[in-house]
């Protein structure tokens, strides 16, 4: 019988450590600047003591904040993805001076539409979070952008 309860214990602990951590939340919105211009917001909800890195860090660094976006040739890209200003701080994982958000952020694409507008135009986010002691892996999250 102790043997059965020592499985089930390890089992429980396993499956509790396999779950996965996620402090970075991320919403779509759209906002449209002229008939044939759109702008795509995805807003960051970082949780209190973790950081998501800027799209632009120095080489070694950590895994920069990476958009894509999916255009089937229906839009051009009118520009780069912009981002809020951040925080450039001494990062203690990476020793070196790396930009960084904090609590919320906002990243902004401006599109141009070809012909039609698409009813939706869907985009990936790569990124990296950190607290002051710890990295967690690379994730990889789908955006969906609804244009009205």
């Not at 209190?48 to 890195?53: S, T, V």
């Not at 040739?73 to 951040?86: D, F, I, P, V």
Request: hydrophobic share 40%; glycine share 4%.
């Amino acid at each position: 019988m102790k043997k059965v309860i020592a499985i089930l214990m390890i089992l429980f602990a396993l499956s509790v450590n396999a779950q996965v951590y996620n402090p970075v939340k991320w919403t779509t919105s759209v906002v449209k600047i002229s008939e044939s211009e759109y702008e795509l917001i995805a807003k960051a909800a970082i949780e209190k003591g973790w950081h998501l890195y800027s799209q632009t860090v120095p080489e070694e660094g950590p895994l920069p904040t990476k958009f894509s976006f999916d255009g089937k040739g229906e839009y051009l890209k009118k520009g780069n993805t912009k981002e809020e200003e951040g925080h450039v701080v001494n990062d203690p994982i990476y020793g070196m001076k790396i930009k960084y958000f904090e609590n919320k952020t906002i990243f902004k694409q401006r599109i141009k539409i070809k012909d039609k507008a698409p009813k939706q135009i869907n985009a990936n986010v790569e990124f990296m979070a950190c607290d002051d002691t710890k990295c967690l892996p690379p994730k990889q999250v789908e955006l969906l952008f609804k244009i009205k």
